[in-house]
């Protein structure tokens, strides 16, 4: 269409309200200049560009756009940063202070009464809470943890812990759990409110805890604590640093601007461009709402947050240390993009675009919620149209999100249609790079994407995480088997189209490449290069997986349902399958044509499960793989087996100025990846009490068995007459202590078996991963 004339309004941090608001009587606020368009006449007439002039504007409330302030297709409405400096936008406020020593190199300085401090910039670097234990950037886990962190015996140094946090990884390391301490008990123990940001909640983990907000613990250079009732900021500055000279800032806002629409009237046709957003408050303690059957909860919200949009735009920004989600796509939002940006250091997630619970059919919250087939509405489709749909982000830099938040991913996909991430690079994250929530509505685009250095402090992931726990699903496979064979379109409900991830490069060192869990189905997954984790399928229909190249690793098939329609060929991988609780008889739909760069005899393990009877092995011919190029050399043996080759060139961020930023992924020096024979065939069974065991073994038992490690004993048979069995213990249970020992491997438990003779004995194992308790006498 046609762009119309443009009009435009002129904002500076030194200009004044009552001014015209033209270039040389610019406003002062970003408020004045939106109410200025609104009054002007000519929205959806004209383009209209409001100029913001360089500095810093701290914004005493949220900005809001309402359909009052849309644009119209030929005629948009742009904010825009002009050149000659940064522009910024920031929910915090700048303190004029009169720092003073304290003790022990620790500065104070009197702030006004009734402020309130969610973060300490200074000199525009955020600063740490005064926490136990200190920071430590060298400990992968929580920067630093100490099993004592919230103890009653460390609580006792404490006079005023009121409004310090605690925060704790899940046992599993699925993500972390937040408390505020409210005060303590008389017998000197803490209590507490949160925990509620976990959607499959649990005891805390043992060891992986932290404590801040706690004057007592300001013992380190960059930590600080405000005690908001005597008005008193404490800093501890690191050496050389003068205070005097400082930028102080400090956080207030939860969100720095509002798109607030509906399906009704929705804002239309603002676009957001070269703008710095910082100074957004953290907001994990908002964390209650449960998504649709996932791990997690969220807070609807963040810097920038977005409900009833269409065509609205943010570009060619900078996120910078904001403290909760970066940008909130929520409920219904059309065609919303974002482009060119850099996100950063956020306390949660990059994008995250999340619909209304309300408008899935059946929608079950929480993963072991009750669930009645009988009563299952089977009309496909979502019920509503409140939704995120046909969105885009793309050539954006995406790095280390979920500062505060472990359980968050770069870019989050929850009960959405049609979202596409296109050539985007995202590292070091706490957790999945991607993750999408479940298959509602399916339809989404992964392409050319760079993501790795992922689930850096989680565990039982991947660098693509996603769930399928749509309403066909069922904790019980033999349920959905029986189901879905009563009900073939079961599946394909909620995920109306494929959900496709090709062109990508991959790394995750603490988990899979790619990792398709509980359920997720309707997938394509197509030219990707997986440089470390390979790619994990646990069950779910309808994945078609071709043309991949795993270095070092191979293809996880997880629990497989039956007639799952699977199909996995034309790949290049580097050992034997990985199973984990795979049924006997074939496996898909065809697992065929893939070759296995690999010199022992991989490719005809599992000829008993219908695998590989056109497969072959041996040198792929890659043609400069120490640079990143695993194409194959013309003559490669893969060729004739169908793959082809794809451009390794292209992943990650175009444009210069990003591409000169990012970084890119280790390369791994290729190795001969042995078979994993253990989950094959075992030759020499070993028994304790009678009962067939072995070792848990990797990553995918891990997964499998919903393990808090890689460790554990697995009972493969148990006779009914069996101590074990008549104690309760059934097949598939994993023995992880005795006595409150651990036992991580067999050799341990029969050492445990040789004392147990006339002895009571107290054995916890995790079935389902729930944990249970049983007393054996022998």
Not at 21 to 28: D, E, I
Not at 133 to 148: I, K, L, S, W
Not at 426 to 435: E, K, L, M, Q
Not at 727 to 746: M, Q, S, Y
Request: hydrophobic fraction near 40%; include cysteine; aromatic fraction near 10%.
């Amino acid at each position: 269409m046609k762009m119309t004339q443009t009009s435009g309004f002129y904002v500076s941090p030194v200009g004044d309200d009552a001014h015209s608001g033209k270039k040389n009587q610019p406003f002062a606020t970003l408020s004045r200049a939106r109410d200025a368009v609104r009054a002007s006449g000519r929205l959806g007439k004209e383009a209209i560009t409001v100029h913001l002039l360089p500095g810093v504007y701290y914004l005493p409330e949220t900005l809001v756009f309402t359909t009052d302030d849309s644009g119209a297709a030929g005629a948009p409405v742009v904010y825009q940063g002009e050149p000659g400096g940064e522009v910024v936008l920031s929910g915090g406020l700048k303190l004029e202070l009169e720092w003073a020593p304290y003790r022990d190199g620790i500065m104070q300085a009197k702030v006004p009464v009734g402020l309130k401090i969610d973060q300490l910039f200074i000199n525009g670097i955020r600063q740490n809470m005064a926490r136990y234990p200190n920071d430590d950037p060298t400990q992968r886990m929580m920067h630093g943890y100490a099993a004592d962190a919230f103890s009653k015996e460390r609580a006792a140094r404490w006079a005023a812990p009121i409004g310090g946090y605690m925060h704790a990884m899940h046992p599993a390391h699925w993500g972390d759990v937040h408390f505020q301490i409210t005060g303590k008990q008389p017998d000197g123990s803490l209590s507490y409110e949160g925990g509620w940001q976990n959607n499959r909640g649990s005891a805390l983990h043992k060891e992986h805890r932290f404590v801040e907000n706690i004057f007592e613990e300001l013992d380190a250079p960059g930590e600080w604590f405000h005690n908001a009732q005597t008005c008193v900021l404490y800093f501890y500055p690191e050496a050389g640093m003068d205070l005097e000279k400082a930028k102080v800032e400090v956080v207030r806002l939860r969100h720095l601007i509002d798109f607030k629409g509906d399906t009704a009237e929705s804002v239309k046709f603002i676009t957001l461009r070269g703008l710095t957003f910082r100074h957004a408050a953290r907001t994990f303690m908002e964390n209650r709402e449960p998504l649709n059957r996932s791990d997690w909860t969220i807070y609807r919200g963040g810097a920038v947050f977005l409900e009833g949009t269409e065509d609205c735009q943010i570009a060619d920004s900078l996120f910078d240390q904001v403290g909760g989600n970066t940008i909130f796509v929520n409920a219904y939002n059309r065609r919303f993009t974002v482009r060119g940006c850099l996100i950063q250091a956020s306390g949660a997630s990059g994008v995250a675009f999340v619909g209304d619970a309300k408008a899935v059919r059946s929608p079950l919250l929480n993963y072991d919620q009750p669930f009645d087939y009988a009563k299952l509405d089977r009309t496909a489709g979502p019920l509503t149209d409140n939704y995120p749909s046909d969105c885009l982000v793309e050539d954006c830099l995406i790095t280390r999100t979920g500062w505060f938040e472990r359980q968050t991913a770069s870019i989050q996909i929850s009960m959405s249609l049609g979202i596409t991430v296109r050539h985007c690079s995202i590292y070091d994250v706490p957790r999945a790079g991607i993750n999408i929530g479940e298959g509602c509505w399916g339809g989404h685009v992964i392409e050319g994407c760079d993501i790795f250095d992922t689930v850096k402090e989680t565990g039982d992931h991947g660098s693509f995480n996603s769930w399928g726990r749509d309403r066909f699903w069922h904790p019980d496979i033999a349920i959905i088997n029986r189901e879905v064979a009563a009900d073939p379109q079961l599946p394909m409900l909620d995920v109306l189209k494929p959900i496709i991830l090709r062109n990508n490069r991959w790394r995750c060192d603490h988990g899979w490449d790619i990792d398709l869990d509980d359920g997720s189905s309707n997938y394509e997954i197509y030219n990707n290069l997986c440089l470390n984790g390979g790619i994990k399928n646990r069950e779910g229909y309808k994945r078609i997986v071709t043309n991949n190249i795993m270095v070092n690793n191979s293809f996880h098939p997880h629990a497989w349902l039956v007639n799952s329609g699977d199909v996995f060929k034309h790949n290049i991988v580097m050992g034997a399958y990985c199973p984990a609780v795979m049924h006997g008889g074939k496996w898909g739909q065809e697992i065929d044509h893939n070759f296995f760069a690999t010199h022992d005899d991989a490719c005809t393990r599992f000829a008993d499960n219908g695998c590989d009877a056109h497969s072959l092995a041996g040198d792929p011919m890659f043609v400069e793989p120490a640079s990143g190029n695993y194409q194959v050399k013309a003559g490669s043996p893969v060729l004739k087996l169908g793959f082809k080759n794809f451009p390794m060139d292209q992943f990650g961020v175009c444009r210069p100025l990003l591409k000169a930023m990012a970084r890119t992924p280790e390369l791994p020096q290729i190795r001969d990846v042995p078979m994993d024979a253990s989950r094959v065939l075992v030759k020499d069974p070993l028994y304790f009490c009678q009962a067939q065991v072995r070792d848990i073994d990797g990553l995918g038992d891990r997964s499998a068995y919903g393990l808090p490690d890689e460790s554990g004993v697995l009972l493969l048979e148990i006779p009914a007459e069996s101590v074990l069995a008549k104690a309760g213990l059934i097949k598939d249970d994993v023995i992880f202590e005795c006595n409150g020992r651990p036992v991580r491997t067999v050799s341990g438990l029969l050492e445990i078996q040789e004392m147990m003779a006339g002895t009571v004995f107290k054995f916890s194992a995790i079935r389902k991963q729930q944990v249970l308790t049983v007393e054996v006498n022998h």
